[in-house]
T-cell receptor
Framework: AAGVIQSPRHLIKEKRETATLKCYPI?????VYWYQQGPGQDPQFLISFYEKMQSDKGSIPDRFSAQQFSDYHSELNMSSLELGDSALYFC??????????????FGEGSWLTVV | GQQLNQSPQSMFIQEGEDVSMNCTSSSIFNTWLWYKQDPGEGPVLLIA?????ELTSNGRLTAQFGITRKDSFLNISASIPSDVGIYFC???????????FGQGTRLTINP
């Protein structure tokens, strides 16, 4: 079965540069989530989109922005990169079937290293 | 209220032993999800629970949604080397499109 696809898998950027991560959700899923996971940390919620509209916002820095496109893929844009942005970034997707029944699946993640 | 307390933080066991870990929350909710994460990989969904008291198995894994709706446990029977990893509980925030994770349980198995 198709899973959540993220690209690139690895990315190295210098401080103050910009990075863009892409996410292709599972077909027919209507919700996309972005998470950031630092070394030894649990995943921290950044932002989510439902039907191409921003749904919830977590601890996403103002330097970051995201959107979901008409084909449901999503992009996370990170500007003015800082060393502390080095982390594993996950995208996840789900199909909203009401208060219960949502099952959220994660991609393999994109490793961002800021040097 | 949205925090999940997961324990233990780490476990060191012998191959073949059974494992038990749990998560608690101060608030009630409708969904418990258990994930396993290997180093550098995305969390993989193991078991999803949607009803209080629900007991669900997936091979050697068994998870239960506590009757009070504030806790859940995950058991692994007859552990094998590939069970090594970090196990996270997670809950969906009611009315929101986001998951909150527990701190994780790091499982190490001695052959």
């Amino acid at each position: 079965a198709a899973g959540v696809i993220q690209s690139p898998r690895h990315l190295i950027k210098e401080k103050r540069e910009t990075a863009t991560l892409k996410c292709y959700p599972i077909p027919r899923h209507d919700t996309v989530y972005w998470y950031q996971q630092g070394p030894g940390q649990d995943p921290q919620f950044l932002i989510s989109f439902y039907e191409k509209m921003q749904s919830d916002k977590g601890s996403i820095p103002d330097r970051f922005s995201a959107q979901q496109f008409s084909d449901y893929h999503s992009e996370l844009n990170m500007s003015s990169l800082e060393l502390g942005d080095s982390a594993l970034y996950f995208c996840a997707s789900s199909l909203d079937v009401g208060p219960s029944g949502n099952t959220i699946y994660f991609g393999e993640g994109s490793w961002l290293t800021v040097v | 209220g949205q925090q999940l307390n997961q324990s233990p933080q780490s476990m060191f066991i012998q191959e073949g032993e059974d494992v038990s870990m749990n998560c608690t929350s101060s608030s009630i909710f409708n969904t418990w999800l258990w994930y396993k994460q290997d180093p550098g990989e995305g969390p993989v969904l193991l078991i999803a629970l949607y009803k209080a008291g629900e007991l669900t198995s997936n091979g050697r894994l068994t998870a239960q949604f506590g009757i009070t709706r504030k806790d859940s446990f995950l058991n692994i029977s007859a552990s094998i080397p590939s069970d090594v990893g970090i196990y996270f509980c997670a809950r969906r925030i009611q009315g929101a499109q986001k998951l909150v994770f527990g701190q994780g349980t790091r499982l190490t198995i001695n052959p």
